[in-house]
């Protein structure tokens, strides 16, 4: 049986390619091959009359009329050729005219016209459709088939002697020009060894025009009329990597015939006698020779095959199919190779220097044991995660690796040895200087040669170890000041909740906010800044009871988790006694600064059964301390989410009034004091509530200049009241209208501007505009305000400071901001006649004024008495009750701006 072997072998593999249709590539390479050695020059009977680029460039347009076909057919006429293949499609109608030409045309060359006709997939991809030449062209007309199969590697080899359309015998175009379209003949091989440089070409549009010379070249010949522009897309790919337009395939084909060169296969019937030559040749030789002589004789066979071949394909139109005799001889020898190898100890050499190369190049730690775990291969990388060189450790037990305690191993190799093969572990080892550090391995089992052995990948993990931890820590903790962060107190919180709800106690939770840090980063910069947090969580832990919890929440905030009993009971006590903790002055590198906190507290379960409602409802308690007591602490009540929720509804409304124009401007007069004339209005802005009627200012204004619509609100009162004092002004009466600005406005960045448009829009004389500002207005950013006051100067519009006398650096603003007059406000001049000390101020206001060339102007004026007693004081202008209230405009038009109003004023 050993004997035969080989030669079984070859008819297993032979069977397995035939059923695999593997040798098919092969016999077309070889095929191909043979094509690229041989060289025939193509006979020049046919030419191919190329409608090539130039030829469309020179005509202009695309597709052609069919009156160039029809020129076309004429001029061929003159040169007397023999017969004309069209491969253009004539199956579809162009204008009349132009066919009715063609068709004289067809009809004049006397049937010496071939035309195309071909097949091609319908939308539906299920059947095909058969495009023919048009009836009036077809009756004066040769019908030819151009279609061509196309292989399954994509190449044209195959062409057929014609196919049966509609049930009638059409022959393809080479056949018609070569005259050999007999339908029983079945489809050949072109021989593309036949070379396209051969076949002449000329230019349709050399035709066209009549060129001597061209239609020379073409008497008595045949021609094939078609496209080779590559912007026409009529291309085939063809043996050797080259590709050919139709016109030149259809030539090739025909050449083939013309030339006897119609190829065919040999039969199978040849293949399987040389195989059995094979075969015996094998059989007889196999014992006899020695195996190099066997291969030599096995590649004699194969060039000899391939040679005879080349001659036999160069003789006759016949292509041998030497695929499976090849794959047939590369079998024998791949017997032979394996025949002289010892595969088993080949494989084992293989595998184990395979193993050794792998294992030395690792660049994890791999130890391998016996089966008693003594460790037989140490690679380097286990050198570089625990220090010692392999002649140390081979024959050493694995365990001396392990980590110990009290003379126990912690992991023992043993443990592996009940493990699944691949499973990864952790255990803590020990590198030869005593570091005991973090390993991850992974254990499997094979059975050796010598036994059932053991190996381990290994990995230093104490690297990544530090990272998680680190990363961990930074998910969890503020990295400038090291307390827990946002959703480390989240999470803590939410345990002591849980743990305080089973106990039936309380948890507080104290947000504490630093008043005015924002002062202190702009002063002192983000350095001094950080500093300043590092300094305040250090003084908050120093008050912090061991079970509590401390976090930073975000920039300028910081929180105090305790259970209640931690702090007595009393969450205001140790409120206080944190916010007393700060009136010390902090350390900052080498500077004391004083900082105050705001502190806002809730309680569990009375202000919050969960981690969220604590903050959200102690967050609110914060915000009410800073608007009303800074550097004190408010305990949460529900009155505080009422007020927010009121404040919320409150906007919304105020959003909807500004849609629905429910707001409204009132008009204040303004008087001159000494003559009682009327020379100006403050405009006020009122809300028009359809339910509530008229809202005082009080009500809404604070809660409009702090919500996202009071930018929308002061546009719109500086844009009607400048409308409205431009129709006063029309009308003849020029008032001086006072508009109050708010900080939004300011902080907008572009208020300048706004004030420029608003008085183009409505025509309105500068000088006629009057801006109140306030005190709040210009904390912001000073620098900022000045240079937008100095460009509403420069428009010529008035800015006057309003509430005078009320803030905390009034004087220092009247030196450093351009303003033009002052108001005095009203809570002076109500007690004016009563109190001393309201007259004080007010008589060193007005003549403070008078020094810097300021205009004076005092409100709240309710009797006459007080309005004497100002110009006794020098005062100029007033505006008060006395005068008028706000009132609307058209109020105020009946009253101030007709003849009778302005006397009755004066």
Not at 437 to 446: Q, R
Request: hydrophobic share 45%.
């Amino acid at each position: 049986m050993k004997r035969y072997r080989p030669h079984i072998f070859a008819v297993i593999a032979l069977a397995i390619v035939l059923a695999g249709g593997w040798h098919n590539s092969l016999r077309h390479a070889l095929a191909d091959l043979r094509f690229a050695w041989q060289s025939r020059q193509a006979s020049g009977d046919i030419v191919v009359i190329a409608i090539d680029a130039s030829s469309i460039d020179r005509i202009g347009v695309w597709p052609w009329p069919r009156l160039l076909h029809a020129e076309l057919l004429r001029q061929l006429q003159k040169a007397d050729v023999q017969d004309i293949a069209l491969d253009v499609d004539f199956s579809t109608p162009s204008d009349a005219a132009s066919d009715r030409n063609f068709a004289e045309a067809l009809q004049s060359a006397g049937g010496s016209v071939v035309l195309p006709s071909f097949q091609q997939p319908r939308t539906d991809r299920t059947t095909l459709h058969v495009n023919r030449p048009l009836p009036q062209f077809a009756e004066h007309s040769w019908p030819a088939l151009v279609n061509v199969e196309v292989g399954p590697d994509g190449l044209v080899r195959r062409y057929p002697f014609g196919e049966k359309l509609d049930g009638k015998f059409v022959p393809a175009m080479a056949a018609v020009l070569a005259g050999q379209y007999d339908e029983k003949r079945t489809p050949f091989l072109i021989d593309f060894s036949i070379r396209t440089a051969g076949i002449p070409k000329v230019s349709f549009a050399d035709v066209l025009r009549g060129d001597p010379a061209t239609l020379q070249k073409l008497q008595g010949k045949k021609v094939v009329v078609g496209g080779t522009a590559l912007e026409l897309g009529d291309r085939f790919s063809v043996p050797n990597g080259a590709i050919v337009s139709g016109p030149v395939l259809q030539t090739l084909a025909a050449e083939s015939l013309l030339q006897n060169r119609a190829l065919q296969w040999t039969s199978q019937i040849v293949t399987l006698t040389g195989l059995a030559l094979l075969a015996l040749l094998m059989l007889f030789s196999w014992r006899r020779l020695s195996a190099g002589k066997r291969v030599a004789l096995l590649a004699a066979t194969s060039v000899a095959l391939e040679t005879g071949a080349l001659a036999l394909q160069a003789a006759f139109p016949l292509i041998l199919d030497t695929s499976l005799f090849q794959i047939a001889i590369i079998v024998y020898i791949a017997a032979i190779a394996l025949d002289e190898i010892d595969i088993r100890d080949l494989l084992g050499r293989v595998a184990e220097s395979r193993f050794q190369r792998v294992a030395m190049s690792l660049g994890d730690g791999l130890i391998c044991t016996d089966s008693n775990y003594l460790i037989t291969v140490w690679n380097p990388g286990a050198t570089a995660i625990f220090g010692y060189l392999p002649q140390e450790m081979i024959g050493r037990p694995f365990d001396e690796i392990c980590a110990r305690d009290a003379d126990t191993p912690a992991f023992s190799v043993r443990d592996a040895a009940a493990l699944a093969a691949g499973t990864v572990i952790e255990f803590d080892a020990r590198r030869s200087d005593g570091e005991v550090f973090p390993v991850e391995a992974s254990f499997s089992g094979w059975q050796g040669t010598d036994g059932f052995q053991f190996g381990a990948i290994l990995r230093d993990i104490s690297v990544r170890k530090r990272e998680a931890e680190r990363i961990r820590y930074l998910a969890e903790h503020d990295t400038l000041t090291g307390l827990i962060n946002r959703n480390t107190l989240h999470a803590k919180l939410e345990a002591k909740i849980a743990k305080a709800g089973a106990d039936g106690r309380k948890v507080a939770l104290l947000v504490i906010g630093i008043d005015g840090f924002q002062q202190v980063n702009d002063m002192l910069g983000h350095a001094s800044g950080d500093l300043v947090l590092r300094a305040i969580s250090e003084r908050l832990m120093e008050v912090m009871p061991a079970t509590g919890l401390i976090a930073r929440l975000s920039g300028d905030e910081f929180a105090i988790a305790v259970p209640a009993n931690a702090i007595g009971q009393n969450v205001s006590r140790f409120a206080g006694q944190i916010g007393a903790g700060f009136d010390e002055p902090l350390l900052v590198g080498t500077r004391h600064l004083r900082v105050r906190v705001s502190i806002g507290a809730a309680v569990f379960p009375s202000d919050g059964r969960t981690a969220a409602e604590l903050l959200g409802n102690s967050h609110m308690a914060l915000s009410r301390a800073k608007a009303t007591r800074r550097g004190g602490h408010v305990l949460f009540e529900d009155s505080i989410r009422r007020e927010l929720e009121t404040r919320l509804t409150l906007e919304a409304e105020l959003a909807l009034a500004a849609e629905r124009n429910e707001f409204e401007l009132f008009y204040q007069p303004q008087i001159q004091l000494a003559d009682g004339r009327l020379i100006g209005a403050e405009a006020l802005i009122r809300w028009r509530h359809p339910e509530r009627g008229l809202v005082s200012p009080g009500e809404f204004m604070p809660v409009v200049n702090t919500s996202p619509i009071s930018e929308r609100i002061a546009e719109w009162v500086l844009e009607t009241a400048c409308a409205k004092a431009a129709a006063w002004e029309r009308a003849g009466q020029k008032l001086r209208i006072g508009v109050n600005l708010s900080p939004s406005q300011l902080q907008s960045g572009d208020l300048a501007s706004s004030v420029a448009q608003a008085l183009a829009r409505t025509g309105l004389s500068p000088t006629s505009l009057e801006l109140e500002v306030t005190e709040d207005i210009l904390l912001h950013d000073e620098q900022s305000a000045l240079n937008t006051f100095l460009k509403i100067q420069a428009l010529g519009v008035r800015l006057v400071f309003d509430d005078f006398g009320t803030g905390f650096a009034s004087l220092s603003y009247l030196k450093k901001f351009p303003l033009d007059g002052l108001k005095i406000d009203r809570s002076f001049v109500l007690g004016l006649l009563v109190n001393p000390d309201d007259a004080a101020i007010v008589s060193s206001t007005i003549g403070l004024s008078k020094q810097l060339g300021l205009s004076v102007i005092a409100e709240g004026i309710e009797d006459r008495a007080t309005a004497d007693f100002l110009i006794r004081m020098g005062c100029e202008e007033g505006q008060g009750y006395f005068f008028g209230r706000p009132m609307p405009a058209s109020e105020f038009e009946a009253k101030f701006l007709t003849a009778p109003a302005a006397a009755e004023v004066a």
